[in-house]
Each structure stands twice: as structure tokens, then as C-alpha cells.
């Protein structure tokens, strides 16, 4: 089968190939039900108002941009680590190891059926 440019967009890999951005923090431990919901909340506003999509759970977040539909850029990971890095609910925000970079459609399989913004949902319509 000789891959051809049609190949490669259909199948999403190469330059059509989709990254979402792996996001990872850690929460103080005593905060509450009601104080997780809430930082929840205000995380998906803020993402959302950055063009970005989330999966998983508080503090495990696979994003996606729709601003570009590739990768989340390095600034909108600037903007999104500067905000959570100012919020007093978080103890700190990692860093990736690598390019902390994964296929972003390998990641929608993965979390199918778990929580996710709208704004995620819609990135793979």
C-alpha cells in the first residue's frame, strides 16, 4: 500500500496528526467535595475561554486546542500553568517529561465514557 497524502489524513498521522497536551498537578489534600466542584468548574471556564479541551480528572488533564486543531501550543500551556499556579487549591503544577505530547485521538479513545468538557466532545466532530 503506498502511502499517499490522503493515507496520511485519513488516518490522522504525520502532518495531520492531532496532539493533546498531558497536564498534571497536585491538589491540597484537605480540600473538599465542594471545593474540588468549584475549582472543577472554574478550570473548564477558564480552558474554555482559552480555546482548550479537557479529559480525565482534576489534577490528570488530557487538553486539546480547538484554536488550532494540532497541538496546544507552548503559550496557551504558559497561560494555562500560570493560572493554575496561582490558585491556592494547588500545590504545584508538573512539568511534562518529554514533550508531554500524546495523540490526541489514542487519548479520546482512552477517556470515552469519563468526564469531558464540551469543548473536548467537539474537537473530534
Do not use: C
Not at 500551556?77 to 505530547?101: A, C, F, P, S
Amino acid at each position: 500500500m503506498k502511502i499517499t497524502e490522503e493515507v496520511l489524513k485519513q488516518a490522522r498521522m504525520g502532518p495531520y496528526q492531532e496532539l493533546a497536551w498531558i497536564l498534571k498537578f497536585d491538589l491540597k489534600p484537605d480540600l473538599s467535595a465542594g471545593e474540588r466542584q468549584l475549582l472543577l468548574a472554574e478550570i473548564v471556564s477558564f480552558a474554555d475561554k482559552n480555546q482548550l479541551g479537557l479529559a480525565g480528572e482534576l489534577g490528570d488533564f488530557v487538553v486539546v486546542s480547538t484554536a488550532n486543531r494540532k497541538a496546544v501550543t507552548a503559550e496557551q500551556q504558559q497561560v494555562m500553568r500560570d493560572w493554575l499556579t496561582k490558585r491556592l487549591e494547588i500545590i504545584v503544577v508538573h512539568e511534562n517529561d518529554g514533550d508531554g505530547y500524546s495523540d490526541a485521538w489514542l487519548e479520546q479513545v482512552l477517556h470515552w465514557g469519563e468526564w469531558q468538557t464540551d469543548t473536548f466532545t467537539e474537537f473530534f466532530s
